[in-house]
């Protein structure tokens, strides 16, 4: 679902956000849109050694190390925040600076954002939360801790010199051609095996720096299994998960120059997502305006008569045509 049919979904489905579009169109109407900046990430080592660069490096830790910090092999059993042994930089690349590599470059300036997952405006710190109780598949971080402040202050950092609403060619993920027949896990399989178990294992487990039980995280993570990200993450959307892995996959690969052609991403990360992981709870409380909820969510219920296992490998053309008749009312 694009932009434009959210606007429509969101006056047709919730008064609330009725008058949020509402706003939204004034604002875009009367304010013009900055100028593209060029991608430029600050350096960390040139911040001076005072409180604010202490807080950022802080934060640059958390994120590079968060199994380390706060994860479930950590001593402190009070800091044990993440329900798994991932680190931010598992998806965030190359300490969230990576161009297409679901970097932090710009992200401060995006809240508070209206999240149509909650089906409210949230905060930056709200973000972050997301991610600990989905991809990290924990528990959120108190909003007074120092964690917390510190992982906002990094990406408030490497947002610096980037305008609010500018864009930032590299953000997210890039998007590759949809395809227009569904994802085939069994095809899937066979490109995990010859190009993604070099580095993840064969059983999707990664490979760990140490041992299980000494905080280290992994090198190359687990993709599914206990010690993965859970139902409800992003990732575990095929089209979010498919780009990401043509622009990324295998490490070192650019949006620019991926290895994987269409087809492979997209197929094999079909597979991965057939694999068993951990199940957040109560997800059918996620995108309270139905209409909203991305056409690639794995888990019901839907406002279309699509089923799950057509909204988790799709084709995706069908379920948008659906959802948009239903926001102006033809169905």
Known sequence: MNDG???????????????LAAFASFATANAQAPAAVTWNPPDINQLRDDAWGGLVRLGHEIMA????????????VSKRYAGNNLDCQSCHLNDGVKQFGLPYVGVYGDFPQYRSREGEVGTIEDRINGCMTRSMNGRALPLDSVEIKAMVAYIKFLSQGVPVGARTRGRGSGAMTELDRAADPGRGKQVFALVCAQCHGIDGQGKRHGAPGDAKGYEFPPLWGQDSFNDGAGMN????GANFVHSNMPNGVTFETPLLSVEDAWDVMGYVQSMPRPHKADLDRDFPVRAQKPVDAGYGPYVDRFDQTQHRLGPFAPIRAAVKAIAEGKK
């Open 5 to 19: 049919d959210q606007t429509v979904v969101r006056a047709q489905f919730n008064p609330a956000a009725a008058a």
């Open 65 to 76: 190390h968060t199994s380390s910090r706060m994860g479930p092999e950590v001593s402190d």
């Open 237 to 240: 959307r095929l089209i979010a």
